[in-house]
């Protein structure tokens, strides 16, 4: 038992998820919502536990999904003194990706896989209390009681064994800053964050190839996808769709709502389409005021669109410079605001020119990108320029996977990372077109340039 006034509360987040490596797990699995650990994953929770073996710890909860109990039966394993692992459903994963009822095991069925589990442990949440099917956000309230009764109720040195929710959540309660921060595999201690955001260009327009199109359209600016746009963002769905993605945010054009409708159709996960006015088209290239359909209208012809989503960007600014990057300032702002109120990974869906300003805005360099093509960002950590609280990095293995087992305090930065793919084209033997269409293209970006 911890003998000094100073309490230190440890907060691990599980090691790699069988499902993040086999995509096909989850249609014969017993429960979609509770994978095991990869042989990565068994790794990095066998390197946590020699990181933690002489640290000084009265208690370990864990949340009941079995890569929380396996990731915790690890770190006991490696220590000279046993600890009980006891099962609280209080600091488990956000229920908007959980099945209902979660889909874990009895205490029993773990207990005779983990022996360390405590049979006997009264968890301190009975009953999960119900919480939205869109907001991340709304495990909170939950988390809190159940890490300040724990707090209360338990005295000395407390180890959780969690979930990015949960984890980010203890920051947002106990931290001296009071900021949520969403971690990455395996990050104890001092946490580090790893995220990714997928950048996706509408598909080909169809005044692309029927130039008499705008003369009777309803707004000259708001064409719908081609046919070859609609086969192009299919096969953009078929990329995306086992890529783990908590949001869509969508310019609310509907060649960019289309786009999003097909990539939302095809997900493993169901995905709401938040419509955006800050990702729009540069203002030059719009009608005034721009000729979109309203949120409700959309809703009828894209079934996915959020109508209650509340725009970060309230109004657009009248006097946006001309050109393609006159919409940097205002996609800077609708940015900054995104991150700070949606955690997770999240998928933009914009145009030519918005997607050119958040190229800018994350890694300083404008890149102007064809139809269809996806954008990969991952928010990683700059340990060469910031110092190391901890100073021990376990990451399972050869390589460095950014976010991953990481004890550190260093503040994030954004990376366009390589992605190599095979270019598609929609009909690609009838009407080939240069790889700038609908590429996957291969960006390499220094860290933090």
């Known amino acids: 038992m911890a003998t000094s006034n100073q309490r230190v509360l440890w907060a691990c987040r599980h090691g790699e998820r069988i499902d993040h490596i086999d995509a096909n797990w989850r249609h014969t699995a017993r429960a979609y919502d509770d994978p095991p650990l990869s042989d990565r994953g068994v790794i990095q929770a066998k390197e946590t536990g020699e990181r933690l073996k002489s640290e000084e710890i009265d208690f370990i909860f864990a949340s009941p999904f079995e890569r929380c109990v396996h990731t915790a039966q690890m770190i ?50 009975k009953e999960l209390p119900p919480e939205s099917a869109t907001d991340m956000l709304a495990c909170l309230p939950r988390i809190r009681d159940t890490l300040l009764n724990m ?5 000395g040195n407390i180890l959780i064994v969690s979930h990015a929710a949960s984890i980010a959540a203890s920051h947002g309660i106990f931290a001296e800053k009071r900021v949520w921060v969403n971690p990455g595999l ?85 995905l709401h389409i938040n419509l955006e006015h800050g990702i729009c088209e540069s203002l ?61 990974n999240i998928l933009l869906v914009g145009h030519g020119s918005s997607i050119g300003a958040l190229h800018e805005v994350l890694h300083k360099r404008w890149k102007y990108v064809g139809q269809c093509t996806l954008s990969k960002f991952v928010q990683v950590d700059d ?10 990095c376990v990451r399972g293995g050869v390589g460095r996977a950014p976010g991953d087992c990481c004890i550190a305090a260093m503040e994030p930065v954004w990376c366009c990372v390589a992605l190599l ?29």
């Open 383 to 392: 340990a060469s320029e910031r110092p190391v609280v901890d100073g021990v």
């Open 151 to 155: 707090v209360r109720k338990y005295k």
């Open 186 to 270: 395996l990050v104890v201690g001092n946490m580090s964050t790893s995220r990714t955001i997928w950048i996706c260009r509408h598909g080909e327009r169809v005044d692309n190839i029927d130039h008499g199109w705008g003369r009777s359209c309803r707004a000259w600016d708001d064409p719908p996808l081609s046919e070859r746009g609609i086969a192009q963002a299919r096969e953009v769905a078929l990329r995306l769709k086992d890529e783990h993605i908590d949001h869509i945010i969508s310019s609310p054009f509907e060649r960019c709502v289309q786009t999003a409708q097909f990539i939302a159709n095809d997900h493993s996960r169901p």
């Open 76 to 125: 006991v394993d490696a220590r000279d003194t046993p600890i009980a692992i006891f099962l609280e459903p209080g600091i488990t994963e956000a229920l908007m990706l959980c099945q209902n009822p979660p889909g874990w095991m009895s205490t029993q069925e773990l207990k005779a896989k983990y022996p360390a589990v405590d049979e006997t442990y009264e968890p301190i949440c």
């Open 421 to 449: 793919q095979r270019c598609v084209f929609g009909n690609r033997i009838e009407s080939p077109r240069p790889t700038a269409d609908f590429s996957i293209h291969r960006i390499l970006a220094p860290v933090g340039g």
């Open 284 to 344: 030059y290239l719009c009608q005034k005021p721009p000729g979109w359909l309203t949120s409700h209208e959309l809703k009828t012809l894209y079934p996915n669109v959020n109508v209650e989503y509340e725009p970060m960007l309230k109004a657009l600014a009248h006097d946006e410079p001309m050109g393609d990057d006159g919409c940097v300032p205002r996609v800077r702002e609708t940015l900054t605001k995104l991150l700070k109120e949606y955690q997770g």
